[in-house]
C-alpha cells in the first residue's frame, strides 16, 4: 500500500504565505515525478507544479515567481512554498506522485483559502 499525505494548508490573508508538504510511504521502490495539483470550485484540476527526481521543474503561468516546489528524495517528501497568495489561489491542493512501476496516487487534498 502507498500513501501520500498532505499538511500545510489552511487559511491566510491575501499576501500572504503557506507551506504545503506531501510525504509518501508504504512499499515505494522509487519515485518519478511528483507535483501539485489544485481543483477551485466548478473547475477543472490543474498542475500548480511538478518537479522530477533529477530536480527539474515546472510551474503554471499563474504562480511563476509565487510558489516554488522542492522536494527530499531521502524522505520522499515533496514540498510547495507559496508566497504573495492571492484570492484566486483558493482551492483544494492535492499531490501527486508518479511511482515507477506502481503507476501514479494522489494525496486526499488540503484546503487552501486566501482572503481578500
Known amino acids: 500500500q502507498v500513501q501520500l499525505v498532505e499538511s500545510g494548508g489552511g487559511l491566510v490573508q491575501a499576501g500572504g504565505s503557506l507551506r504545503l508538504s506531501c510525504a509518501a510511504s508504504g512499499s515505494i521502490f522509487s519515485i518519478n515525478t511528483m507535483g501539485w495539483f489544485r481543483q477551485a470550485p466548478g473547475k477543472q484540476r490543474e498542475l500548480v507544479a511538478g518537479?522530477?527526481?533529477?530536480?527539474?521543474?515546472n510551474y503554471a503561468d499563474s504562480v511563476k515567481g509565487r510558489f516554488t516546489i522542492s522536494r527530499d528524495n531521502t524522505k520522499n517528501t515533496v514540498y510547495l512554498e507559496m508566497n504573495n497568495l492571492k484570492p484566486e489561489d483558493t482551492a483544494v491542493y492535492y499531490c501527486?506522485?508518479?511511482?515507477?512501476?506502481?503507476?501514479?496516487?494522489w494525496g486526499q487534498g488540503t484546503q487552501v483559502t486566501v482572503s481578500s
Open positions: 518537479i522530477t527526481s533529477g530536480g527539474n521543474t
Open positions: 501527486h506522485a508518479d511511482l515507477t512501476s506502481m503507476g501514479g496516487y
